[in-house]
């Protein structure tokens, strides 16, 4: 089933498209055609985007918190009888009715340049920095280090972290060669060894040498190689006592989740 699905914001459409995807998602074969339109500030802007659902009418997701530019867009969704979903509304009324407060319906408030901001840009630079087990002599500033076999996802996962503001570093484990002292040596940052399922490992790797046009007959995608190296690498972690994420199943948002809760549950332990 396919149609037409506009995505309006004041902002940079992240929040919308991020809440129309997870709606999405529950319904198997449903096929959105995305329309999107971000940064709508204007009366201009939203004349246009109202043209937009004229000549593709489809449901209608929008974050805009100014009643001059919301009026005319529902107006629309009444006229043509699609859906207009104002997707924070509801949370927005909620927190407001918690803490006895109204709104400032102002756009891009997330986006201000702002502390949080600062930090997340600081994270993502260190990310980039610390990637696979490059400047060791650093790696005692993260929050945490991320360790584990090739193609478990250490790097997306720092990355995504690093988008929360969390300073994440990777070492890689390779057989045969030592972890660096830098990493046994690291006190303040959290350690999780990353895993997967060797059949699941091979299947990635594989993909991954014929996208770079590799030879594919080497131990690195072998069974019995790659078994031995996902046991070897568990085993470490166990014997150093850092908690280890099978992420088979789990997808980057997933793991990153659950890194953050292992992350806040030591912090507070040790505050």
């Known amino acids: 089933m396919r149609f037409h699905l506009h995505l309006v914001s004041d902002a940079t459409g992240e929040t919308v498209h ?5 709606a999405l998602a529950q319904f198997e074969g449903a096929e959105a055609i995305e329309h999107i339109w971000s940064m709508v500030r204007t009366r201009s802007q939203i004349e246009r985007v109202i043209a937009g659902i004229d000549a593709n009418p489809g449901v209608v997701f929008y974050t805009l918190v100014n009643d001059t ?23 927005i009324t909620a927190l407001g009715a918690y803490l006895g407060r109204t709104s400032r ?5 997330q986006h201000l340049l702002n502390h949080e901001y600062f930090q997340r840009i600081d994270a993502m630079t260190f990310a980039m920095t610390h990637d696979d087990g490059q400047a060791l002599w650093g790696l005692n500033e993260a929050d945490v280090i991320l360790t584990g076999v090739s193609r478990t996802s250490k790097t997306p996962t720092c990355i995504y972290l690093a988008n929360r503001g969390v300073k994440a570093a990777n070492v890689p484990m390779v057989p045969g060669v030592p972890l660096p002292n830098e990493l046994f040596a690291a006190t303040k940052p959290l350690i999780v060894g990353l895993t997967n399922d ?3 490992l091979i299947a990635i790797r594989r993909s991954r040498m014929n996208a770079i046009q590799q030879d594919s007959s080497t131990p690195y995608v072998e069974l ?19 908690p280890v994420i099978d992420v088979t199943r789990r997808s980057i948002e997933e793991t990153a989740a659950a890194i953050m809760k292992l992350l ?8």
């Not at 568990?234 to 850092?242: D, G, N, P, T, V």
């Open 198 to 200: 060797p059949e699941r």
């Open 69 to 91: 530019l919301r009026q005319p867009l529902q107006d629309c969704c009444r006229r043509l009888n699609v859906p207009g979903i104002p997707v924070l509304d509801s949370a």
């Open 224 to 242: 019995e190689s790659v078994r031995a190296e996902v046991t070897a690498a568990r085993r470490l972690c166990h014997e150093h006592k850092w």
């Open 264 to 271: 806040a549950k030591r912090q507070g332990v040790e505050s």
């Open 18 to 22: 991020s809440l129309a995807r997870a």
């Open 105 to 109: 319906n102002l756009p891009g408030q």
